[in-house]
C-alpha cells in the first residue's frame, strides 16, 4: 500500500491576522478568522430561500394556534406534547425515538446522494452563521473593508461599526431565545411576562442560554463547530461514494493555473499553456470555512457552493464555459460512467420508505387511552360470606385524547366472573383510579390462578378500546 | 455531613479522599500543560511532523488542539476547583454553601408544603360531610388513602383479617365525623383480655352464646349456660344486648361481622381464640405522619365510603 503523502493545506495568509514569522508555535493552535466574501449566483439563491423558509418556520411557528393552545406546545411540566391536533405523552417516547431515527435516515440517505447538502442548505448553524455574516456585510461593510477595519486602531466609525453589529447580533440572538422557549411555554405571555420579570425563572435561563449560545456559536465560532464539534461531520465521509455529488474542482481543466491578460481568448489562454483557473482566489475568500476547494475535497467542506457561484461568475467574465468547478461525483471528474441509483442509495431509500409508513402507521393507529391493572397487594383473595372468591384490583385509567370520555369496564375469562357495573368519566389529558373487586364462584377455580381480561371501551368512540390481561387468583390448596 | 460511613470520616480517609481528588486534577494540569507543541512548522517541502502513528500507511498528523478547546479544557479545572470549594467533595469539608442531600430534602419538603398546605387549608374548612360530596378534594383523598391507609385496609378499603372494613356502616368506635377524626389523628388501642381464666367449658359457652347473639347455628344449651357467664364478664364492654360499645370500641357481636376471622376459619373458631388469648387491635396515630389536614380529607374520605352503593 503506497503511503499517502501528506501536505500542508493551510490556505495561504490572505486577509488573516498572521501570527507572526516566529520560528515556534504558540502553546495550541490560535483560530485564524475566516472574512467571508459574499457572492450571488444560482445556488446562493437557493441556500438563501431555503434559509428564509426555514428562519419563518422556527419564528413563526410558536405563534400559531390550535383552539385555545398553541399548536406546537412541548408543554414539560405538564408532561404534554402538543403538536397540531394531535398531543402526546411521555409514555409515547418511543415514536419520537422513531422519529430521529427517521431524520437520521434521510440524512444519510441525502448524503449519499448529495454529500453535505444538510451543512451547507439546512442546518441551523449554518442558517444561524450566515444571517449573521450578511449582517456584518451591511455594517462593516465588505470583506475587504472588514479585514481593513480589523487591523486600523479603534477609532469611533469603528466602534460605533462594531457596538452596531453586536447589538445587532445580540437582538436576533434573544429572538432566537425567546422564540425557543415560545416552544416549551406559550409565547404570548412569554412575551408579555419576560419585560414585566413576571416569567418563570427557568424561561429567563434558558433565554438567556439560548441568546448566549446563537451569539457565540454563530458570530464567534461559526465553522469551528462545523469542523471541531459537530460528530456528524465526522462520520460523514463513510457514507461518501464514488457516486456522491460533491462540490469539486475540475483539476484536468484547471491546471496549470495562473493570472493571464484578459484579452486572451479561451483558445488563445489554452495555447500559452494555461488552464481555465485563472487563480483569482474568489474561491477562497467565499468560503465560510475557509478551504482551498482546488485541493479537492475536504471534511470541512459544507457542500454550500459558495465557491461555485463565485467560480461561475469568473468564468462568465472571462468568457470561458462555467462548471470549473461544480457538484460533480468522483466518477464524473474521472470521466467513467456515474450511477444515480446504486445499491447503497436505493438501501437507504427503501428503509426510509419502510420507517416513514411504519411511523405513520403507528401514530395513526396510536390508542388514545392508558390502561394498567395492578393486583391488590396486601391479599392474594379473600372469601366473601357465601363462599365466593374475590379479588380486589387497582385500575388506572388514563385518557389520552382531545376530549373527555366515559368509558365502561367489563371483565371476562371465567364464566361466574362478576363485577359491580364500572362507568369512569375521566376529563382530556387526565388519569383516575378505580378500585374494583371481582367475584367468582369458587366452583370455578379449578387452578390456582387463572388469566382473566378486563375491557375498558369509551362509549363515544367505538375504536377506543383496550384490554389487559391480569390474573384471578383463589385458594392454592384446594 | 451524612454519607455512607456516618456522619464523618475519619481524618485520615477524609485526607484520602482530598489527596485523589486534587492530585486528579492536579494530574489533569499536568497533562494538558505537557502536551503544548513548541515546533509545528513545516519543513522545506511543505512536510508537517507526524505523530508516527500509522494505520494502513496512514499517518497521524500532530497538530495542536484549537486554542479555544485549550481553554475549555482550562474552564473545566476552574469549574472542578469552585466546586470542591462551594460543594462537600474535599473528605469532611462541607463547601461554603452548606449544601447537604438531606439539606435539599428539606428544602423539597418545604417547598411542597408552602405549595399544597394552602390548598389543604382550604379542605379544612369544609365540614366532612360536604367535603365527601366533592369530587375534586375525594380524588386527592383517595390518593392520600391509597399511599397511607390502604396497606392494612385494603385499596377497597374493605380491610382483612384484624383490620376493619370501612366501607360498611359496622363502626367500632362510632362512624360520626368527630368519632373518624378522633380515630385517625390520635389511634386507636382496642384491648380484649383474654379469659383463659374462666376455663375451657365456661369459654365453650360463651362461644355458642355469642353466636347466638348472632343468629348462626349453635348449641342452645350450651348458650344457655353461657348467658349469665355473659352478663357477668362480657356485658360491661360488649352490652347486655350484645350491640358493643363505641365509646370503648367494644365490637357489636350481634351483626355477624368478626373482625379477627382468619381466611379459612370458622367463626366459632376465631371466637374461642378470642376469648382464650384476648385480642390487641392497634390503630396508629395519623396525625404525626401526614398532618391535621391530609387527617381531615382521609377522613372525609371514609365517611365518603358509605355513599357508594
Known amino acids: 500500500m503506497e503511503k499517502i503523502p501528506s501536505r500542508d493545506i493551510t490556505p495561504p495568509t490572505v486577509g488573516h491576522h498572521t501570527p507572526g514569522e516566529s520560528e515556534t508555535q504558540e502553546m495550541y493552535a490560535k483560530r485564524r478568522h475566516i472574512y467571508v466574501r459574499e457572492i450571488k449566483g444560482l445556488f446562493q439563491k437557493v441556500r438563501r430561500s431555503a434559509n428564509w423558509a426555514l428562519m419563518l418556520v422556527f419564528f413563526l411557528l410558536p405563534w400559531v394556534n390550535w383552539g385555545s393552545r398553541p399548536a406546537i406546545w412541548f408543554d414539560l411540566p405538564g408532561r404534554e406534547f402538543h403538536i397540531f391536533a394531535a398531543t402526546f405523552y411521555p409514555q409515547e417516547f418511543v415514536l419520537l425515538s422513531w422519529l430521529l431515527i427517521i431524520c437520521a435516515f434521510g440524512l444519510f440517505f441525502i448524503t449519499v446522494f448529495a454529500g453535505r447538502v444538510w451543512c451547507g442548505y439546512t442546518c441551523p448553524q449554518s442558517v444561524w452563521t450566515f444571517l449573521f455574516i450578511w449582517l456584518e456585510h451591511r455594517i462593516e461593510g465588505s470583506r475587504n473593508q472588514r479585514i481593513k477595519l480589523d487591523k486600523q486602531p479603534l477609532t469611533a466609525n469603528k466602534a460605533w461599526r462594531k457596538g452596531v453589529k453586536h447589538a445587532a447580533w445580540l437582538l436576533i440572538a434573544l429572538a432566537t431565545g425567546i422564540t425557543f422557549v415560545g416552544y416549551f411555554t406559550p409565547i404570548r405571555t412569554l412575551v408579555i411576562e419576560l419585560p414585566s420579570l413576571e416569567a418563570h425563572g427557568w424561561s429567563y435561563f434558558w433565554v438567556g442560554f439560548f441568546l448566549v449560545f446563537t451569539y457565540l456559536n454563530a458570530g464567534w465560532l461559526r465553522e469551528q463547530v462545523c469542523i471541531y464539534m459537530c460528530p456528524y461531520a465526522r462520520f460523514q465521509s463513510v457514507m461518501f461514494d464514488r457516486d456522491t455529488l460533491i462540490v469539486s474542482y475540475d483539476e484536468a481543466r484547471g491546471e496549470p493555473r495562473g493570472s493571464r491578460k484578459k484579452s486572451l481568448s479561451h483558445t488563445q489562454a489554452r495555447e500559452a499553456g494555461f488552464g481555465d483557473c485563472i487563480d483569482c482566489d474568489l474561491c477562497v475568500q467565499v468560503c465560510p470555512t475557509g478551504i482551498d476547494i482546488r485541493d479537492g475535497l475536504q471534511y470541512e467542506c459544507i457542500t454550500c457552493a459558495a465557491c461555485i457561484d463565485a467560480c461561475d461568475s469568473v468564468m462568465d467574465k472571462m468568457g470561458y464555459p462555467r462548471g470549473l468547478i461544480r457538484y460533480t461525483t468522483e466518477n464524473a471528474l474521472e470521466g467513467k460512467k456515474s450511477h444515480i441509483l446504486r445499491p447503497r442509495l436505493l438501501g437507504y431509500f427503501a428503509a426510509l420508505v419502510v420507517m416513514v409508513a411504519a411511523f405513520a402507521w403507528a401514530v395513526n393507529d396510536r390508542m388514545p387511552l392508558g390502561f394498567d391493572v395492578e393486583r391488590e397487594r396486601t391479599q392474594l383473595y379473600q372469601t366473601t360470606r357465601d363462599g365466593r372468591i374475590s379479588n380486589v384490583y387497582s385500575l388506572n385509567i388514563r385518557n389520552l385524547d382531545n376530549q373527555d370520555h366515559t368509558y365502561r369496564l367489563s371483565v371476562s375469562g371465567l364464566p361466574s366472573l362478576t363485577l359491580d357495573d364500572v362507568v369512569v368519566s375521566v376529563p382530556a389529558g387526565d388519569s383516575r383510579l378505580r378500585v374494583v373487586t371481582v367475584l367468582v364462584d369458587a366452583s370455578d377455580l379449578s387452578e390456582p390462578s387463572h388469566p382473566i381480561t378486563f375491557t375498558l371501551q369509551a362509549q363515544q368512540d367505538e375504536r377506543i378500546r383496550i384490554e389487559r390481561e391480569a390474573r384471578f387468583l383463589g385458594d392454592i390448596r384446594r | ?309
Open chain 2, 1 to 309: 455531613m451524612n454519607n455512607l460511613w456516618g456522619d464523618s470520616l475519619s481524618s485520615f480517609w477524609s485526607a484520602w479522599i482530598i489527596v485523589i481528588t486534587l492530585g486528579t486534577i492536579a494530574l489533569s494540569v499536568w497533562i494538558l500543560m505537557s502536551n503544548r507543541r513548541t515546533d509545528k512548522i513545516p519543513d522545506a517541502d511543505g512536510n508537517v511532523e507526524t505523530t508516527g502513528h500509522a494505520a494502513d500507511g496512514i499517518e497521524e498528523y500532530d497538530n495542536p488542539l484549537p486554542k479555544w478547546w485549550f481553554q475549555l479544557f482550562v474552564l473545566t479545572v476552574v469549574f472542578a476547583l469552585g466546586y470542591l470549594v462551594l460543594y462537600p467533595g474535599l473528605g469532611n469539608y462541607a463547601g461554603i454553601l452548606g449544601w447537604s442531600q438531606e439539606s435539599q430534602w428539606e428544602q423539597e419538603v418545604a417547598d411542597a408544603q408552602e405549595r399544597f398546605t394552602p390548598i389543604f387549608a382550604q379542605y379544612q374548612e369544609v365540614p366532612i360531610p360536604e367535603l365527601a360530596r366533592d369530587d375534586d378534594a375525594m380524588q386527592v383523598a383517595e390518593r392520600i388513602y391509597q399511599n397511607n391507609c390502604a396497606v392494612c385496609h385494603g385499596s377497597n378499603a374493605q380491610g382483612g383479617y384484624g383490620f376493619p372494613n370501612l366501607t360498611n356502616d359496622d363502626w367500632l368506635y362510632g362512624g360520626e365525623p368527630e368519632n373518624i377524626l378522633a380515630t385517625l389523628n390520635h389511634g386507636r388501642n382496642g384491648l380484649m383480655p383474654s379469659w383463659q381464666q374462666l376455663g375451657e367449658n365456661n369459654i365453650e359457652n360463651l362461644t355458642q352464646y355469642v353466636l347466638a347473639l348472632s343468629s348462626l347455628e349453635h348449641d342452645a344449651e350450651r348458650a344457655d349456660s353461657g348467658e349469665s357467664t355473659y352478663m357477668a364478664v362480657c356485658a360491661a364492654c360488649h352490652a347486655p344486648n350484645g350491640t358493643g360499645n363505641t365509646a370503648l370500641g367494644a365490637p357489636n357481636l350481634t351483626n355477624d361481622i368478626w373482625l379477627y376471622q382468619a381466611p379459612g376459619q370458622s367463626v366459632a373458631d376465631s371466637v374461642r381464640q378470642t376469648l382464650r388469648n384476648g385480642r390487641n387491635g392497634h390503630m396508629p396515630a395519623q396525625a404525626a405522619y401526614i398532618g391535621e389536614e391530609r387527617v381531615h380529607l382521609v377522613a372525609a374520605y371514609v365517611y365518603s365510603l358509605r355513599f357508594n352503593d
